[in-house]
């Protein structure tokens, strides 16, 4: 893999081309917004998602879904989970037989309640497909700050070609053969993300915060296991790892808007004037809706889910969790 497109400009489909570029690689980004593309490659720089972070003249972007895939041997695929059927409906013509692809978002559908994998099975079948996740903010990651993450996939000649064409000093992958770990790990925590920016925006302190990192670990914990995955994934940097950067990393939109609502602001006035996708916002009702569908007890996330989506308010949503019957851990 020598030369990769990178589906959505983004903060992260952004960064993730500086990555491939800093590898020797060449990287070629499609952009929904035109102007985004022609700032990229007049300015070398993303004025909407990375101001002030200056790019490589030789990554290059197009508005164009031919132009993009011109000479591409491997695609990411980096838009938000909820426009993934969308963005990869549009290009599924485009992408030829056996095209690997590497899916960078993070998250559930709702109302189908499939993982970015399974959506690309049913909308671009026969193409080999690797799943990328962990602690990594995109700011960082672009000005090459030491990152390790995840990618994984079920067969190893897909997962391996991806690492290589990343890999470099300061941004290190990590194989797994447990996609389905990988995902469940990356749309979880960013629910419990706004979940602990709530306890913080409400000011409960250090041991509240570490008391649902933990929990939310084990609700994570429990619905990968039911959907197949592998308990030890999410010990890794796409469980742990991730859960706890998101958690309380002033760079977290989703720590952030917790914050925001925690401190009596609405969900519309936590989420107007945002570019970027809180993309916890949207998973708290899949990732309910799928524990559910799994028999899963998850309190945490359906106290968020309530929160977000039902009206409950937020003091009776504590209450509620404090005092539920204690058990053995």
């Not at 569908?293 to 309530?306: Q, T």
């Amino acid at each position: 893999m020598t030369q990769l497109t990178i589906i959505g400009a983004g903060a992260w489909g952004t960064a993730l081309a500086t990555v491939v570029q800093r590898a020797g690689n060449r990287a070629t980004l499609w952009a929904r917004d035109p102007a985004i593309a022609d700032a990229i490659n007049t300015r070398h720089e993303n004025p909407v998602y990375l101001p002030g972070i200056s790019l490589d003249p030789t990554i290059r972007a197009t508005a164009e879904v031919a132009a993009a895939l011109s000479g591409a041997e491997a695609v990411l695929v980096v838009v938000p989970a909820q426009f993934l059927r969308e963005v990869l409906t549009g290009f599924a013509p485009h992408l030829s037989q056996g095209l690997p692809l590497l899916l960078c978002a993070k998250g559930i559908e709702t109302g189908s309640l499939k993982t970015m994998s399974e959506l690309a099975a049913e909308i671009a079948p026969r193409r080999p497909v690797a799943v990328l996740s962990g602690p990594s903010f995109a700011a960082e990651v672009a000005r090459d700050l030491p990152t390790a993450v995840t990618i994984a996939s079920r067969d190893t000649t897909v997962a391996e070609p991806f690492a290589a064409a990343l890999g470099g000093p300061r941004f290190r992958p990590y194989l797994s053969a447990d996609p389905v770990g990988v995902e469940i790990g990356g749309a979880v925590k960013n629910v419990l993300a706004i979940a602990c920016g709530i306890v913080d925006g409400l000011g409960l302190g250090d041991n509240a915060r570490a008391a649902l990192i933990t929990r939310g670990l084990a609700e994570m914990t429990r619905l990968g296991v039911a959907k197949g995955a592998r308990a030890e994934t999410f010990a890794g940097l796409s469980g742990l790892g991730d859960l706890v950067l998101t958690c309380g990393g002033a760079q977290s939109r989703n720590h952030a808007l917790g914050v925001s609502l925690g401190r009596g602001e609405s969900l519309a006035a936590a989420l107007a004037g945002r570019r970027s996708v809180v993309e916890g916002v949207a998973s708290a009702a899949a990732v309910a809706a799928l524990a559910a569908k799994h028999s899963v007890e998850m309190p945490i996330v359906d106290a968020a889910d309530a929160v977000l989506h039902r009206g409950m308010a937020i003091a009776p949503m504590i209450e509620g969790l404090l005092a539920r019957p204690r058990r053995a851990e």
